[in-house]
C-alpha cells in the first residue's frame, strides 16, 4: 500500500449533464422556473445500500456579474468576513429548501457555501430539485498508509537547496505551516512547542466510525489534535509528515524548521470491513467532509497564524484530468488567493498522466516524489497536472511514539518539502503574490521526467528561487579579473536598464577560488535605456568591505560577482586586453544566455577608430525585407537617430561597419563630434530576423563576436508569472 492512499470521493456536478440519468431512475420532474438542480443518481445508489447518504451540499450564492446584493456574493479572494456574510445569506435561502425536504439535523461551514446532512432518498431528491442547492457530493472514506524503508531527512533537505537559504536568514520564522493528518507527537523533541493552536475534526459515525476528538466531537483546544495514544501507530505519519515540514530538535530539521505548526486531526478509527478494504480493519480513515472542516478553519486564522502553506499528505484513486467538481476547490481557491499553498501528494500508484484526488483540483500545488537526486520516484504518480517534485524516498524523521525517528517514503514525504520551502519563501516575501511565489518555485526547479513522456515537472530549488525573486543569481559572473593582474587586461561590467524607470545594481564580489564574500558595490543610478559600462577598476575601488576578516582578499585575481538589479535588463562582461590591444566579451550566464536577438550594446563609434563595430543583420523572414536599426546614447538612453537598411534578400544578410552608417547620418556625426559619444544602443524593428554585433579589433585583425548577454533577472512586484495548471479559480 502507498503513503497516503485514500479513496477518491465521488462528486456530482451540479444541473443537467447527467440529470437524464437521475429523472430515468428516479422520475424526478422539474417545476418550471427551477434554475438548478443537482445530479443525484450515484448518490441514489448510495442511498440504496443503506437507506440513507452523508452528503455536501453547496448553496447557491451570488456573484460579482448576478442581480444578487452585494452581501450575496461569494467569491474566493474575499477576506474570511466577507465570506461568512455571503454564507449566511445563502443559508437564509437554503432554510427553506431544507424545511421541505424535512432535514432537521443538519451542519454549515462558516467561510464556505455548504451544508452538511445524512438524508434518505426522498430527502435528497427534494434538495437536488431546490433552487437554492447548487450541487450535491458525496462524503466519502480517504485512508493513508506509508511504506517503510530505511531513509535519511538529512540527505532530502539539502537536494532542494534548502541549507543556503538558511544561510541567507531564511528558515520560516514567523510563519506557520498547517498540517492536516491524522494525529501528531507534539511531545517529539522535533515538534516541541511548535504548535500555535490545535483542532480535530474527526467524526463518529453509528458503531463502526469513532473519532478520536476530546469529548468525541469538533473541537479546538490544546490535545485536540495529540491523542496519540500508548502503542498506537495513529500518530506516525502526521508526526512525520510535520516533522519534514517544519521540525526542529537542533540536530535533525525539516524544511522550515523555524516555521511554526497548526496540526488538525481528521482521522477516525473505522471497524467495518467494507470500510477499510483492501486493507483490514480496523484502519484509520477520514473522509472529505473531515477536510473540508479543518480547510474552513484555516481560511478563518490563516491571518492570525500567519499560515504559509497547508499539507494534505493523502491521495485517492487515479483521475488522468481535473476534478474541480470537488467541493475542497473552493476552500483551496480561498487559500490561494490569501496567498496560502495546499501541497497535495500526488499519490504512489506509480501512474504516468494520472494522479489520486484531491491531487487533480487545478488550484492545489500537487506534488510528485524524486529521490534526493534527478531522478523520479517509481512509486509516484507523474503528471502534467503535478506542479512540483520534492524528495519522496528515504525520509528520516520524528516517529508518532516516544523521541526516535522513522523510516517512510511516499509523497506523503514529499509534499510537506513543498509546503515548508512556501514557508521559506513566505518569509522572503510576506507581500508576494501566489502566482509570484508559485512562478519562481518552479522557473528555478530543476525539471524532472520520466521515460517514455514528453513534459517535465521540476524539483524545487528553495535558495534558488529566494535569489531569484529578489533579483538576483549567484555566481552570474565568474573569474572576473581583479585590477590587482592589470597584464592580464581590464575587465569592464556593462549593466542595460531596459525599464523605463532610472534603477541602480548591486554587485557583490566574491573571492574567486574560495568563495568568501569580499565587499559590495552599488552603481550610480542608470537612466532608462541607458547601459552604464564600469570598469572593475572603478568597481573595487569604491566597494564597500562586509568584514576585517576579509580585507586580505581585496587582493585576489579574480572575482564571482552576484549581481542584483531593481530594473530588468541586460548584463555583459567584457575585456580588454591592453597588451594585445583586443577588446573581447566573456560573458557567461549560469542560467544560460538570453535569446533577445533584435538588440545589441555598447556598439563602438568612430570615435573609437581601432575597435570598429560592425552590425550584421540577418532576414529570416519569407520575403526580402528592410531593417531599421534605431540608435540610442549608450550613457543617457536618449534617442539619437534611425537607419535603414537596403533591401535583403529572404535568408540573406548585410554587414556594415558603424562609420559607414554615421556617414549617412548626419545625427550619429554629430552626436560623436559634439556629444563625444564614444558608444551606442541599438535595437532591431520592422524586420523578421536579428542582429549581431561584431568587433573588429584592427590591431590584429581578430573579429570578436559582442552580441552575448545575460539576463538582469528581477521579478517586478507586479509580476504574475504563468502557472502550469490553467483551470481558473472559483467554481
Avoid at 500508548?230 to 502526521?238: L, P
Avoid at 508559485?438 to 526547479?445: E, F, S
Avoid at 585576489?556 to 573581447?584: C, E
Wanted: hydrophobic share 45%; net charge neutral.
Amino acid at each position: 500500500m502507498s503513503a497516503g492512499k485514500l479513496l477518491s470521493p465521488r462528486v456530482f456536478p451540479p444541473l443537467l449533464t447527467r440529470l437524464r440519468a437521475a429523472l430515468a431512475c428516479a422520475a424526478l420532474i422539474l417545476v418550471a422556473g427551477v434554475p438548478a438542480a443537482a445530479d443525484v443518481g450515484d448518490a441514489l445508489k448510495a442511498v440504496g445500500r443503506d437507506g440513507h447518504v452523508r452528503v455536501i451540499m453547496r448553496m447557491r450564492t451570488g456573484s460579482a456579474a448576478g442581480p444578487a446584493a452585494p452581501a450575496r456574493v461569494w467569491a474566493p479572494g474575499d477576506s474570511a468576513a466577507r465570506q461568512a456574510l455571503a454564507v449566511d445569506a445563502a443559508m437564509d435561502d437554503a432554510t427553506g429548501a431544507l424545511k421541505a425536504a424535512r432535514v432537521e439535523k443538519f451542519r454549515r461551514f462558516r467561510t464556505l457555501p455548504y451544508l452538511t446532512a445524512d438524508v434518505n432518498r426522498d430527502q435528497l431528491l427534494s434538495l437536488a430539485a431546490s433552487a437554492s442547492v447548487e450541487s450535491i457530493t458525496v462524503v466519502e472514506i480517504e485512508r493513508k498508509t506509508a511504506l517503510e524503508t530505511p531513509a535519511n531527512l538529512a540527505l532530502s533537505v539539502p537536494s532542494i537547496d534548502v541549507p543556503s537559504a538558511w544561510s541567507m536568514g531564511y528558515d520560516g520564522a514567523g510563519t506557520t505551516v498547517a498540517v492536516i493528518d491524522g494525529g501528531f507527537n507534539l511531545s517529539h523533541p522535533m515538534l516541541a512547542g511548535k504548535a500555535v493552536a490545535e483542532a480535530c475534526y474527526g467524526h463518529t459515525f453509528g458503531t463502526t466510525v469513532t473519532n478520536h476528538c476530546p469529548g468525541g466531537g469538533a473541537v479546538v483546544a490544546v490535545g485536540a489534535a495529540s491523542n496519540c495514544p500508548a502503542g498506537n501507530t495513529r500518530c506516525d505519519h502526521g508526526t512525520h509528515v510535520a516533522s519534514i515540514a517544519v521540525g526542529n530538535d537542533g540536530v535533525n530539521f525539516g524544511v522550515a524548521r523555524g516555521a511554526k505548526l497548526l496540526p488538525i486531526d481528521v482521522f477516525s478509527t473505522y471497524t467495518d470491513a467494507g470500510d477499510c478494504s483492501p486493507d483490514p480493519a480496523p484502519c484509520e480513515a477520514t473522509d472529505s467532509l473531515a477536510v473540508l472542516d479543518a480547510l474552513d478553519y484555516i481560511n478563518l486564522h490563516s491571518a492570525e497564524f500567519k499560515i504559509a502553506a497547508v499539507n494534505l499528505s493523502f491521495t485517492g484513486s487515479l483521475r488522468d484530468g481535473f476534478c474541480d467538481e470537488d467541493p475542497r476547490k473552493a476552500a483551496i481557491d480561498m487559500l490561494r488567493q490569501k496567498g496560502v499553498a495546499v501541497a497535495v501528494a500526488a499519490g504512489n500508484q506509480g501512474s504516468t498522466g494520472r494522479v489520486g484526488a484531491p491531487g487533480c483540483i487545478s488550484s492545489a500545488t500537487t506534488v510528485g516524489a524524486s529521490d534526493n537526486g534527478t531522478t523520479v520516484a517509481s512509486l509516484s504518480n507523474f503528471a502534467p497536472m503535478v506542479d512540483m517534485m520534492a524528495p519522496g524516498l528515504n525520509i528520516l524523521a520524528a516517529s508518532g511514539t516516544g523521541t526516535g525517528l522513522a523510516t517512510k517514503s511516499g509523497t506523503s514525504m514529499a509534499a510537506p518539502h513543498v509546503a515548508g520551502a512556501w514557508a521559506i519563501m513566505r518569509q522572503a516575501f510576506p507581500q508576494a503574490s501566489f502566482d509570484q511565489i508559485d512562478g519562481v518555485l518552479k522557473q528555478t526547479g530543476i525539471a524532472l521526467s520520466r521515460a517514455g513522456v514528453t513534459y517535465s515537472v521540476p524539483k524545487i530549488q528553495v535558495a534558488a528561487a529566494v535569489q531569484k525573486l529578489k533579483g538576483k543569481d549567484r555566481g552570474i559572473l565568474n573569474n572576473v579579473i581583479s585590477q590587482s593582474v592589470p597584464m592580464l587586461g581590464q575587465s569592464y561590467l556593462r549593466f542595460f536598464n531596459a525599464s523605463t524607470v532610472p534603477g541602480t545594481v548591486t554587485v557583490a564580489l566574491r573571492d574567486g577560488p574560495t568563495g568568501a564574500l569580499v565587499s559590495n558595490w552599488t552603481s550610480p543610478t542608470i537612466p532608462p535605456g541607458a547601459s552604464a559600462q564600469v570598469s572593475m577598476q572603478t568597481v573595487e575601488t569604491n566597494a564597500v568591505p562586509v568584514a576585517a576578516a576579509n580585507q586580505t582578499l581585496i587582493a585576489t585575481s579574480s572575482y564571482n560577482l552576484d549581481i542584483a538589479s531593481t530594473f530588468p535588463g541586460y548584463l555583459q562582461h567584457v575585456l580588454w586586453n591592453r597588451t594585445a590591444g583586443v577588446f573581447a566579451n566573456l560573458t557567461g550566464c549560469g542560467t544560460g544566455l538570453v535569446s533577445d536577438t533584435t538588440s545589441i550594446l555598447n556598439v563602438h563609434s568612430s570615435a573609437l577608430a581601432t575597435y570598429v563595430s560592425r552590425i550584421r543583420m540577418v532576414n529570416t523572414g519569407v520575403f526580402a525585407s528592410r531593417a531599421t536599426l534605431n540608435f540610442t546614447d549608450s550613457v543617457t538612453g536618449a534617442a539619437v537617430a534611425s537607419w535603414t537598411s537596403p533591401e535583403i534578400p529572404s535568408g540573406g544578410s548585410v554587414e556594415i561597419p558603424v562609420p559607414q552608417v554615421e556617414t549617412q547620418v548626419q545625427a550619429l556625426q554629430t552626436a560623436v563630434r559634439i556629444g563625444n559619444a564614444l558608444q551606442f544602443n541599438v535595437t532591431l524593428s520592422g524586420f523578421s530576423g536579428y542582429l549581431q554585433h561584431v568587433i573588429d579589433n584592427q590591431n590584429l585583425g581578430v573579429m570578436v563576436d559582442m552580441s552575448p548577454k545575460c539576463a538582469l533577472t528581477v521579478v517586478p512586484a507586479t509580476a504574475s508569472p504563468a502557472i502550469a495548471k490553467t483551470a481558473s479559480l472559483g467554481n
